[in-house]
Structure formats: C-alpha cells, structure tokens
C-alpha cells in the first residue's frame, strides 16, 4: 500500500506546492488506533508489530502528534493549527473583535514557513512543512514536521512541540 500524496507549502515556498507521501492519523492524539478508513491506512503493520507500535506510542508529545508513515517509513507527525480570516469566518458573529485581529490565511502560511526555517536548522533531519488546509479542521493554517522514528530524544521532541506551538 502506498502512502496518499498530499500537497504541501515547503519552507521558503509559500506559492509553491510540493507532494508529501503520506499516511495520515493511524492513530489519535493519544496513540489509539484510528480505524477510520483502515483499508486505506497501513494499520496492519502497526497492529502486527507491537514492539514499532508502542516505540512510536512513547515518541508522542502531548497532543500534538499522530503516528503517520511517510514515503514507506514509520514516524510521528507533529501539529499545530493556526486561525485566519478564511477559516474562522463561521465564528466572525460571536466574538467580532477577536476576528478581526486575524490575519488571511496566505498571511498564516507566510509567517509559518518562515518561523520554521531556523527550526530545520536546529532539528536537522525533521522535515517541515505547512500541508493544504483541506488536510486540517476548519482549512485552519498548519505547521507540519514529520520525526522519523528515533530521530530526536524525548528533551529534543519537547522543545520541538513547544516552538512549533510558539509559531
């Protein structure tokens, strides 16, 4: 089974759309299997092998991760959502002055990519990436960075978690 391609903004590329292969939420934020759509995920071997599944279970970081396989390799899938104009119209009724603080979503993508720039350097390895908002709820604004499994050390996936959170 391959992995979806799935289109993403690279660093530096706001404009420019790349393809990621990969295998999204094989689990929850919590390490669960998610079943949703299974003859579609390469669950089999997560659920064939428990030692990867529960290795990748303790890369976790609070609940920001997934497991994922990208081009063919096991992982975790850091997340982080970010709000614009775009994606919280709906919202733009119950709290008006909170709305209009928010940016356009090419404005997000923008300021995204740039503030994981010096992340790629201080992570070498981590590949990052902002995916097409239809990939998130609400077409929300994301920032993406896919950890092989055992490329970072618990203290690394911390600091890791909390920058992309300070984007």
């Known amino acids: 089974m391959k992995d979806p391609a799935i289109k993403v903004h690279p660093l530096g590329s706001p404009d420019k759309w790349e393809e990621w292969h990969i295998s999204q939420h094989l689990t929850d934020r919590w390490g669960e299997i998610n079943d949703y759509k299974a003859e579609n995920k390469p669950l089999k071997l997560l659920k064939d092998d428990d030692a990867l ?28 959502e970010y709000c614009s104009r775009e994606s919280e119209e709906h919202e733009k009724g119950y709290d008006p002055d909170w709305y209009a603080e928010l940016k356009p979503h090419a404005e997000v993508v923008k300021a995204l990519l740039e503030g994981m720039k010096p992340l790629a350097k ?15 709820i609400n077409d929300r604004p994301a920032a993406w960075a896919f950890v092989a499994d055992g490329l970072l050390t618990a203290e690394q996936r911390k600091e890791l978690g909390m920058a992309l959170l300070d984007l």
């Open 122 to 136: 201080r992570f070498p390895g981590v590949q990052f990436a902002v995916p097409d908002e239809t990939q998130i």
């Open 53 to 80: 599944l529960e290795r990748l279970r303790a890369q976790m970081w609070d609940e920001l991760t997934f497991i994922v396989r990208k081009n063919g390799k096991f992982g975790i899938l850091f997340e982080s």
